[in-house]
T-cell receptor, first 113, second 114 residues
Framework: GNSVTQMEGPVTLSEEAFLTINCTYTATGYPSLFWYVQYPGEGLQLLLKATKADDKGSNKGFEATYRKETTSFHLEKGSVQVSDSAVYFCALSQSTNAGKSTFGDGTTLTVKP | ETGVTQTPRHLVMGMTNKKSLKCEQH?????MYWYKQSAKKPLELMFV???????ENNSVPSRFSPECPNSSHLFLHLHTLQPEDSALYLC?????????????FGEGSRLTVL
């Protein structure tokens, strides 16, 4: 079955540091890939997505590239801010697996001033 | 504002109580979902509804009873819960249950079972 493995946290960075959160997946065919973010006290919201190989999703300074050859979708940001402190979830979905998005366990990021 | 509204945001109940969680989406989506988020556990899919029909029941105990009266509303009826059911319950919707697109989540209902 499908699975998503993401970097264990927690991750603590200083403001303006470079961020990478690794995500790899196992799936047959060509899933769509997503990063969701959950700020304290809130639900998950979509951060970015990519629907086919070599696509790059980007939003709010975050980027991730769909790498079919390494089955990866690593999240990066060049300069993090305190407001980026949240839990980040990597996920995939497939039309052949209706209704079942597969989520990673989440990575908690804390950015200190 | 994601277009998915959950009420109540917080709920405390005893093990013998009966309560309900409500979810409403204003996005015109056809599929709705209940997820359970517990501390230090992966996100768990509980139920999936597509066009008001249940298409997935992920081995959830019968003390959780979902109801989807129309494509905009989803309820989770709770009765005789256990303390280990304390968690954040997240509602989500998507365009359809083929799930080729993103999920839109509500802010969650934080449930505490005493």
């Amino acid at each position: 079955g499908n699975s998503v493995t993401q970097m264990e946290g927690p991750v603590t960075l200083s403001e303006e540091a470079f961020l990478t959160i690794n995500c790899t997946y196992t799936a047959t065919g060509y899933p769509s890939l997503f990063w969701y973010v959950q700020y304290p006290g809130e639900g998950l919201q979509l951060l970015l997505k990519a629907t086919k190989a070599d696509d790059k999703g980007s939003n709010k300074g975050f980027e991730a590239t769909y790498r079919k050859e390494t089955t990866s979708f690593h999240l990066e940001k060049g300069s993090v801010q305190v407001s980026d402190s949240a839990v980040y979830f990597c996920a995939l979905s497939q039309s052949t697996n209706a209704g079942k998005s597969t989520f990673g366990d989440g990575t908690t990021l804390t950015v200190k001033p | 504002e994601t277009g998915v509204t959950q009420t109540p945001r917080h709920l405390v109940m005893g093990m013998t109580n009966k309560k309900s969680l409500k979810c409403e989406q204003h996005l015109g989506h056809n599929a709705m979902y209940w997820y359970k988020q517990s501390a230090k556990k992966p996100l768990e899919l509980m139920f999936v509804y597509s066009l008001e029909e249940r298409v997935e029941n992920n081995s959830v105990p019968s003390r959780f009873s979902p109801e989807c009266p129309n494509s905009s509303h989803l309820f989770l009826h709770l009765h005789t819960l256990q303390p280990e059911d304390s968690a954040l319950y997240l509602c989500a919707s998507s365009q359809d249950n083929r799930n080729t697109g993103e999920l839109f989540f509500g802010e969650g209902s934080r449930l505490t079972v005493l």
